[in-house]
């Protein structure tokens, strides 16, 4: 079988969840073949899970100034990789530099680029979540080889092992890869909580959170279930929270397994940006809201009532 690129993302912590996801899309389509770009001794930190989860391959581009050039380099390593191996398809995340190093990929390649993919099978079809998500299509790369841009959260990712054999690419980097250095590098995580666009829970909080400090009361909601804080525009432009978190058209993507929108209408621009979340919970004091033409279950009530009411339930449990 044909080998699946699969560009890994990690931080401190190890390979992210979305990488995990994307070697379990990858196995469906061929052989999951990992590509780790970073400093020496990268891949060996992420050998082992990326095995776990299905890597029977690892190239290893390491170089010590990969990281501090955005993404150039790793578009060059990827775009040698693509010539020698000729994979049946190349997979990254949906995330803020899975697309532009999608993007800039297939712009090198002259090959085509679906993004914003939940799905994809087994002949690289994909299915795409289009128009600020008003439209879910299936669609197809016809020049050059499936090239996809998966969204965090698109799958539960299961493990496979397999005997990871670890290959090391050469990387010279060129004038052209260092032509943007990375100056400073900004934490976007408060505490200890999931990124975003990766966890499983996200708690959002709208306009009707009425202020920044009532934000405790969201991401208290948010910790004990685990989850992320986001923010409607509302709330970020009424500066209730950080820009870094509004969820929406505008903002980040998010698909967790279960999303909280609270004293959020559910304009389209925010809908965009959670609608493909697994299920959606709302309250809101307006029956009307149409957050709630969206959600699984909907609480029609003061958030203010509610939400410490729901949070001394989860204490108990
Ligand atoms: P509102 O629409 O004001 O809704 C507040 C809700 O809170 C109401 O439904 C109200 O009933 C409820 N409420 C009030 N008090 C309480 C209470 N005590 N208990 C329970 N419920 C209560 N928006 C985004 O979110 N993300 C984006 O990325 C984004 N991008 C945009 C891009 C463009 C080009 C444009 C034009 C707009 C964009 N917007 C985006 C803005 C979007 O149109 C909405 O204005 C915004 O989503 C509204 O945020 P909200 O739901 O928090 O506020």
């Known amino acids: 079988m044909a080998e699946v690129l699969v560009v890994v993302e990690a931080n401190a912590a190890g390979v992210k969840k979305v990488t995990l996801e994307l070697l379990t899309h990858a196995r ?9 770009m970073g400093a020496p001794g990268a891949a060996a930190a992420l050998t082992d899970k990326l095995a776990e989860y299905g890597a029977a391959k690892i190239y290893a581009a390491e170089h010590e100034d990969i990281d501090n050039h955005l993404v150039a380099p790793k578009v060059s390593v990827l775009a040698h990789l693509v010539a020698r191996v000729q994979p049946a398809a190349v997979l990254v995340g949906a995330t803020q530099e899975g697309k532009e190093i999608a993007g800039r990929l297939a712009v090198r390649l002259d090959n085509g ?6 799905a994809v099978a087994a002949d690289g079809a994909a299915t795409q979540v289009a128009f600020a998500g008003a439209t879910i299509v299936t669609a197809r790369v016809t020049r050059g080889l499936p090239l996809v841009a998966l969204r965090p959260n698109s799958i539960s990712p299961t493990p496979a092992p397999a005997d990871a054999e670890v290959t090391p690419v ?45 934000f405790t009361m969201v991401e208290e909601l948010a910790d004990l279930l685990g989850g992320a ?7 970020v432009d009424s500066g209730f929270y950080p820009h870094q978190f509004q969820v929406g058209q505008t903002g ?9 929108a609270l004293g959020i209408s559910g304009a389209i621009q925010h809908r965009a940006g959670m609608q493909t979340s697994k299920t959606i919970v709302a309250v809101n004091k307006d029956g009307e809201a149409p957050i709630f033409e969206l959600a699984d279950f909907g609480v029609v009530g003061d958030i203010f009532k509610v939400v410490p009411q729901a949070a001394e339930e989860i204490r108990k449990r």
Do not use: W
């Open 113 to 118: 680029l679906l993004t914003d993919a939940v």
């Open 170 to 214: 050469a990387v010279e980097l060129t004038d052209a890869d260092r032509l943007a250095r990375v100056s400073e590098r900004v934490v976007e995580q408060k505490g200890s909580r999931p990124e975003l666009t990766e966890a499983s829970v996200v708690v959002s909080g709208g306009r009707g959170v009425g202020n920044a400090e009532n």
């Open 28 to 36: 469906e389509l061929g052989t999951p073949a990992a590509v780790v």
């Open 229 to 235: 804080v986001g923010a409607s525009r509302a709330a």
């Open 252 to 260: 980040k993507t998010v698909s967790p397994q279960l999303y909280v």
